[in-house]
């Protein structure tokens, strides 16, 4: 197997464990070593520094910093050793830049690439036995870094010495700790790593994102207050659907702020404390669960062609709680400590349930979304028709666009598996709140809160007038739209052609 390969491959495993990496200061609790090919590994962390650009005179404001980074190996590997013994176990801290991997490691003859000196290779790259493999970078020749240290006698620990590592060129940095020694099988290590930024703590890939919610926090802002002004001037002709509307837009305003003031607080203690951001994805899920109701329930014509959703509710309330139980399974996965990338087999198990039930939701939505176009088109409501199409047509350009973005993730995640392109990397996550939040503008714009709202809401009673026409839902002019007809019983009475048993039966049909 190549040696980038199990790198990567060991870095995934390690990331998974619990306790592995906490924020740009990465924590080390007794983490055990994992045998690979001829070596022991464990992953130090990987991350996107930018350079430092400041004076090599002043301090350094890119960094990774060795604090306190202790191994301890197994009673009984200390005990195959005499108390007066000088080295009697090396191992080495590897610190690279992903464009320098292939520098780490060889094979003898074509042969299996190898991460620790073997005697073939010995004498064939003049590497020395039962140390790693490395070769000079052709930008740096100080890199890769090595650090070192060494057993004595038969001590259980050895302390590898404090010390910084200057970021002089940008790029996305790896750091393994590697032992050639077969003897210290079961080998642990404790400590801590400290990675920053010229900006502050927060890993490059992450740092534009900071930026982004600033600006995503004040688009909803100005959102709110558009909204407000009118849901407000119009109280008294509120709709159902609309007050869901509100509490959308003002889900939306709080995560991207939580969102922003999570990364505040990353950037600037280097640490990302798990009940924050435990708190900040679960307000996130609740917002995706309750949109994605939202959209199903105006698909399904609720508070405009049907008063409630009848016998649907406990089926949509069900799937809104599956859906924001995979929701924050998956974001807790992915957000909540650990700053890595989480890939492979685990993030597969975690993707897959919730991309299945996005798939059922806009199944359903597009189904609902159907009969209510149809019936609408059957009742001659030419308002309301108009309205509905304008939101199918926005909902299919959605899905469009969201397909076509998913082809092309997975292209920009297969075409760099070791991260490289990593300071674009935030625009893959940037896109979904963007679409969200155009798709909840054309929603705004459609149902915005006006003195013709309750016109077009459900009503189980409607004027005498045959010929009654109604002001547009969003324009509130006086414009002249002809409404459905209205037919008198033979009684004398009004018969709404929205009836509540019309309803009742379509209830029972779906």
Known sequence: MDLSVRLVALLVVVVLLPGGGEASIHTYSREPFREVGNAFLLSGGSEGIVADGADLAAPASSFI???NVTFWRTPESAESHTKMAHSTGLIQAILFEAADR???GGSAYGGQ??????????????????QVIRRPSSDDPDWPIVLETHFSGNHLSVKLDDEEVRITKTGM?????ISCDPKLRGLSMSGKTIWRNPGGYLPGRMAPLMKFYVFMS???????VIWSSQYIRFWRDIMPIQNWITLVIALDLFEMTLWYFEYLNFNSSGVRPIGITTWVVTVGAIRKTISRLLILSISMGYGVVRPTLGGLTSKVLLLGLTYFLASELLDIAENVGTINDISG???????LPDAFLDAFLILWIFTTLSRTLEKLQARRSSVKLDIYRKFTNALAVSVIASVAWIGYEVYFKATDPFS??????????AFWDVLAFVLLLVICYLWAPSQSSQRYAYSGEVADDDDEEAQSLTKGTDGNVGMVKIDKDRSGGVSNAFSLEDEAEEDKRE
């Open 345 to 351: 087999k685990a993030r597969l198990f975690l993707v």
């Open 102 to 104: 292939d520098n780490i």
């Open 173 to 177: 940095y790896n750091l393994f700790f």
């Open 218 to 224: 004040l688009a909803y802002l100005l959102v709110m």
């Open 420 to 429: 490289e392109r990593w300071q674009s990397a935030w625009i893959i996550t």
């Open 113 to 130: 690439r190898s991460i620790c000196c073997t005697p073939d290779l010995a004498k064939l790259e003049g590497c020395k036995q039962g």
């Open 65 to 67: 910093k060795f604090t």
